[in-house]
Antibody, heavy 119, light 112 residues
Framework: EVQLVESGGGLVQPGGSLRLSCAVSGFTLSDHYMDWVRQAPGKGLEWVGRTKNKANSYTTEYVASVRGRFTISRDDSENSLYLQMNSLKAEDTAVYYC??????????WGQGTLVTVSS | DIVMTQSPDSLAVSLGERATINCKSSQSVLHISNNKNYLAWYQQKPGQPPKVLIYWASTRESGVPDRFSGSGSGTDFTLTISSLQTEDVAVYYCQQYYSPPYRFGQGTKLEI
């Protein structure tokens, strides 16, 4: 059974940092593209970034609003995906989901972890 | 960047009736090399993560009821629910995955 479990969310002050983790099981992480998607309270979905698979050199891509502040990494040996978030702003407040892609389909999503940026 | 625009923002449909949601991309998401449209549809219920319904614009994900169908090509796409059920009440999103940033539409709230 495929599982994605996010952790690491919480309350952080503006300008602070937070590292989210996504523990995966039931599939080989290195074979898959992985995304982070966020959803501000009561709002729609926003794609944050992607790490491609091993075959594509783990290339990363980001939405402009987080580029230079957020970094996606992965440890395939630990079956984990990470999102390092620095210089956090109030507008980064959201539920953050990790997403696994299979042959053109974002088939598996975690339950999400809430990040609140507030003083 | 490719901008995704859904219409309508909200929709009320009677049980058993057809529901149609539209999604328009600001640029074509049809990849010439494989003739695939890089467009997906998702359903999100309150308190739950999104669930993929349709990918490649018209391929139904495994386990998704066949009352859900996707159509369109290039820049104009449609999600159709042929006979609305109570469990279909949700917010629906389209997403392009042709080029980054892989934006979502703003969402369409479907009610009975």
């Amino acid at each position: 059974e495929v599982q994605l479990v996010e952790s690491g969310g919480g309350l952080v002050q503006p300008g602070g940092s937070l590292r989210l983790s996504c523990a995966v099981s039931g599939f080989t992480l290195s074979d898959h593209y992985m995304d982070w998607v966020r959803q501000a309270p009561g709002k729609g979905l926003e794609w944050v970034g992607r790490t491609k698979n091993k075959a594509n050199s783990y290339t990363t891509e980001y939405v402009a609003s987080v580029r230079g502040r957020f970094t996606i990494s992965r440890d395939d040996s630990e079956n984990s995906l990470y999102l390092q978030m620095n210089s956090l702003k109030a507008e980064d407040t959201a539920v953050y989901y990790c997403v696994a892609w299979y042959a053109g389909s974002a088939r598996d999503w975690g339950q999400g972890t809430l990040v609140t940026v507030s003083s | 960047d490719i901008v995704m625009t859904q219409s309508p923002d909200s929709l009320a449909v009677s049980l058993g009736e057809r529901a149609t949601i539209n999604c328009k991309s600001s640029q074509s998401v049809l990849h010439i090399s494989n003739n695939k449209n890089y467009l997906a549809w998702y359903q999100q219920k309150p308190g739950q993560p999104p669930k993929v319904l349709i990918y490649w614009a018209s391929t139904r994900e495994s386990g998704v009821p066949d009352r859900f169908s996707g159509s369109g090509s290039g820049t104009d796409f449609t999600l159709t629910i042929s006979s609305l059920q109570t469990e279909d009440v949700a917010v629906y999103y389209c997403q392009q995955y042709y080029s980054p940033p892989y934006r979502f539409g703003q969402g369409t709230k479907l009610e009975i």
